[in-house]
């Protein structure tokens, strides 16, 4: 069958009139290719040669992105022409006749219901050909009908943007529907519903600033130029030129401002594939009561399993995920300006049920720049992903591997105790199923904030501790970091001591001589105690789980009060005067030999 293009499925209604003059071929104006005969420009209007995304009006659009023959356009009678009578060397009235006319729209906004595989949405185009997909009182009722009808009918919201900004013909009516938007967007995300936004050449101005960021996952085409301000007010303030990605996809990609460059060709698989993770409704569940897991520990020393615990094969948490995992959209950054690196956060599909996972990515060498410490942006972005979690109903599996925070004077001016004390907040009430997975060196705070869940599994060569070894020998000894390993089994901090302490829950056995030994295995037996973990964690009502993490980490660590109390500081104080009562000779009998040493070097 003939693959369908774009220009068979839009025949103009006038045809072009004809010219006894020989067509010449057409070409792109970013590289020169010949245009002509290629299949990518015909059917997605993008250069076969270099990849140029070229502009498609909102009709185009929706036929790219939606099921064919879906599109059912909506509010098409919405118009205010000229709210405020402006004028000018040209009436604004006739102006919007004339872009009525030529673009066969009745407003820049396109809105209407249709279906991606088969999935009922809620689509909404803004479209840069009509007035510069400017938002004026119309297109701003258009988009706020069109969340309203999502949320009425269940369904998610899948919105394009191509505008430069605001109606200016529309004064203060056209500025005020930034937030009419923003109304009807919240509204259908209190309602638990997605919103996918994708971003086209340009999305500058008031939309962005508006319901564009409100969204749980925003896509945006290459090189396209996106932003807040348009790029002609970002280079007469610079002081000097800008840089070759200012203001484009990429940059904002890279800054943690977007979720994904997609290409235009894959971009309507890509969202369906989003979509399916966040409405999945796919449940585990045990067909009946399982025995208790009964964990096994090694007989290696604290030391030991502290040098397996770094091992520079360990596998780290992008590829724990990649073999756990059959499906995996990144979530990037934490929607500030910054995208931490070493915490790696997503939705992925385990064992057939959609999860939001968040690891804590440790690079194998620690030559690298991103060595495993943490940012106050890396907690940001996973507090953004257990929210995520919690609006789609989903578990939130954590992976806990980290050096510790980053102590440096910029992550604290950057709101590093914030964002700790805001991300341990999060995870401890969030209503979703929480399993933390301790798969490496889990160190301080830094560990704590994401590893305070229903369940806590660690690998068996795995340590949780409050501080390097290290340090505490160098705090505790006067022979500083020379005392490490005697200090590594005093802080308790092995797999079994945790479990004992009732800070874990159960170990993951590793193969071989440890999980570096086996990437594929490790994985497989870390996916075997998460989906055992969830499936009883399932049996329980949310309140019941909720309560039972509360009573867990709020009775943390025995205490005695009353009489009992009283007895145990009473009994405490009185050995340790008994010790010293034992020590006194010993320190005076060294005292006296100190002192006759010193005695003999003096000069008579």
């Known amino acids: 069958m003939a693959m369908r293009t774009l220009k068979d499925i839009f025949q103009r209604e006038h045809q072009e009139p004809a010219t006894t003059e020989p067509a010449q071929s057409p070409r792109c104006f970013s590289c020169g290719a010949t245009l ?5 420009y015909e059917r997605y209007r993008v250069c076969h040669a270099c990849e140029y995304h070229y502009h498609l009006n909102a009709r185009e659009r929706a036929a790219l992105l939606l099921d064919p023959g879906s599109f059912h356009e909506d509010d098409r009678g919405v118009t205010a022409i000229d709210p405020l009578s402006f004028g000018g060397t040209r009436s604004y009235r006739s102006r919007i006749v004339a872009e009525q006319r030529r673009t066969r729209l009745t407003e820049s906004a396109l809105t209407g219901t249709g279906r991606i595989f088969d999935r009922e949405v809620v689509f909404a185009a803004l479209d840069f050909s009509f007035l510069g997909g400017s938002v004026g009182v119309a297109s701003g009722e258009r988009l706020a009908r069109a969340f309203e009808k999502a949320t009425s009918r269940g369904c998610a919201m899948v919105t394009v ?19 009419r938007v923003v109304a009807a967007a919240r509204r259908h995300h209190r309602a638990g519903l997605p919103h996918i936004s994708i971003l086209a050449n340009p999305a500058t101005g008031s939309a962005f600033a508006g319901f564009i960021r409100l969204a749980d996952y925003i896509i945006a085409e290459p090189r396209a130029i996106v932003g807040y301000s348009a790029y002609r007010k970002l280079r007469e303030t610079a002081s000097s030129a800008l840089p070759e990605d200012a203001h484009t996809a990429e940059s904002h990609l890279k800054h943690g401002l977007i979720d994904a ?68 959209v990144e979530l990037r950054g934490d929607r500030t300006g910054h995208d931490d690196r070493s915490v790696l956060t997503g939705i992925a599909s385990l064992a057939g049920e959609a999860i939001v996972i968040i690891g804590q990515n440790r690079p194998h060498s620690q030559d690298e720049p991103d060595d495993g410490w943490i940012s106050a942006s890396g907690f940001r972005k996973a507090k953004r992903a257990i929210e995520v979690a919690a609006k789609f109903n989903l578990p939130v599996i954590t992976i806990i591997d980290t050096a510790g925070a980053y102590p440096s004077l910029a992550n604290e001016e950057a709101g590093l105790g914030a964002a700790i004390a805001m991300c341990t907040a999060t995870m401890l009430e969030t209503p979703v ?22 369940r806590v599994l660690m690998l068996d060569n795995a340590v949780y501790t409050v501080m390097p070894p290290e340090e505490a020998a160098t705090l505790a000894f006067p022979e500083g970091a020379g005392r490490a390993e005697d200090m590594a089994e005093r ?6 001591d945790c479990l004992k302490l009732g800070i874990s829950d159960a ?18 037996l870390v996916r075997r105690s998460i989906v055992r973990a969830l499936t009883d964690l399932r049996r329980s009502k949310q309140t019941k789980r909720l309560a039972r993490r509360y009573d867990r980490y709020r009775n943390v660590g025995s205490t005695r009060s009353s009489v009992r109390g009283r007895l145990e500081r009473q009994f405490a104080h009185m050995a340790d005067r008994l010790e010293r009562l034992l020590e006194w000779p010993r320190r005076r009998h060294g005292s006296r030999k100190r002192v006759d040493h010193d005695s003999a070097d003096i000069p008579v």
């Not at 002509?36 to 990518?40: F, K, L, P």
């Not at 040098?307 to 094969?313: D, G, T």
């Not at 399993?435 to 229903?454: H, M, P, Q, R, Y």
């Open 36 to 40: 002509a005969e290629s299949r990518m």
């Open 161 to 179: 943007s191509s505008t430069s900004g605001t109606r200016m013909q529309e004064g203060l009516l056209a500025l005020m529907q930034m937030p």
């Open 261 to 328: 460059v997609v290409p235009r060709p894959q971009l309507r698989e890509s969202v369906a594939l989003v979509l399916d993770l966040l409405l999945n409704d796919y449940r585990l569940t045990a067909p009946r009561e399982r025995r208790p897991h009964k964990s096994t520990h090694t007989h290696r020393g604290a030391w030991q399993l502290l040098q397996l615990s770094r091992h520079q094969n360990r596998p780290n948490a992008e590829e724990l995920i990649a073999h756990m995992t059959t499906t995996f």
């Open 433 to 454: 199923p929480t399993i933390a997975v301790i798969a490496g060196e889990a160190n301080s705070e830094a560990a704590a904030a994401l590893a305070v869940a229903d």
């Open 491 to 496: 802080l308790r901090m092995t797999s079994h």
């Open 507 to 524: 170990t993951v056995p590793e193969p071989g001589e440890g999980a570096h030994t086996n990437h594929t295995e490790a994985s497989q």
